[in-house]
């Protein structure tokens, strides 16, 4: 598969919006099984089973761990849709303005042609930032469809957020990703990035943070 990787062009905006949409919400069911395999979920799951059954029986047995394995999917639902929901309607809602309109920005997209057209198959974005004398990058919307997996995509995009950051004479790149992402996040660190922070996400209400067990990690990367 030849990928090609460019600038954005306005016409790609539907496709963009589309595969950054799938690309975050993908992350909700490994957000599920993540928490419900691990030793406190279970030991929970395991114990609301003999509570419902000593309470309703069968029923009960079936009920209430139910309802507490629902709750624990909403959690990470809540915050991987949600992030997408705010998104769509702020930097993803008028791409071109947000992402193109300063020398310091930029979004790229990858291309290829499968099934005889040419298909969006991945997408990046940086944002400059002024620190002071210090100039920075932030690495933002890095997506990987699943056809162009295990290609090199993800390192070959996120190396063009660094050649463009280190042509701009910025003095590093930063960058924050979930802890659910493992794969993207062993990218980062085998292309130098180095984990600087690693935080409860703070904007959602604490019992869905609490329940999620999603973390935020930053990473940068010194040019």
């Known amino acids: 598969m030849k990928l090609l990787v460019r600038p954005y062009r306005p016409v790609d905006r539907d496709a963009v919006r589309a595969l950054f949409s799938w690309g975050i919400r993908e992350h909700i069911v490994p957000c ?3 928490n419900m395999s691990s030793p406190l979920y279970l030991v929970i799951t395991l114990a609301l089973c003999v509570v419902g059954y000593i309470v309703a029986s069968v029923f009960g047995a079936v009920v209430l761990p139910a309802l507490w394995m629902s709750l ?8 991987y849709d949600g992030f ?3 998104k769509l309607v702020t930097d993803m809602q008028e ?6 309109s300063r020398p310091d920005d930029c979004l790229w997209v ?6 005889g057209r040419v298909q969006i198959l991945g997408m990046v974005a940086v944002k400059g930032q002024q620190n002071g004398k210090e100039k920075c990058g932030e690495l933002l919307r890095m997506i990987v469809s699943p056809t162009c997996r295990r290609m090199g995509l993800g390192h070959r995009l996120a190396q063009t957020v660094v050649d463009f950051c280190r042509e701009r004479g910025f003095s590093k790149v930063m960058l924050e990703t979930s802890s659910i992402q493992k794969a993207a996040v062993a990218l980062y660190k085998k292309m130098g990035f180095r984990h600087i922070v690693f935080q409860s996400k703070h904007d959602f209400p604490l019992w869905i943070v609490a329940l999620s067990n999603v973390k935020v990690l930053k990473l940068e990367k010194q040019l």
Not at 110 to 115: L, R
């Open 84 to 86: 997408v929901r705010r």
């Open 72 to 79: 624990v999917y909403y959690s990470g639902y809540y915050i």
């Open 110 to 115: 990858a291309e290829a042609e499968v099934d």
């Open 32 to 34: 599920f099984k993540n």
């Open 95 to 100: 791409i071109s303005r947000n992402y193109m």
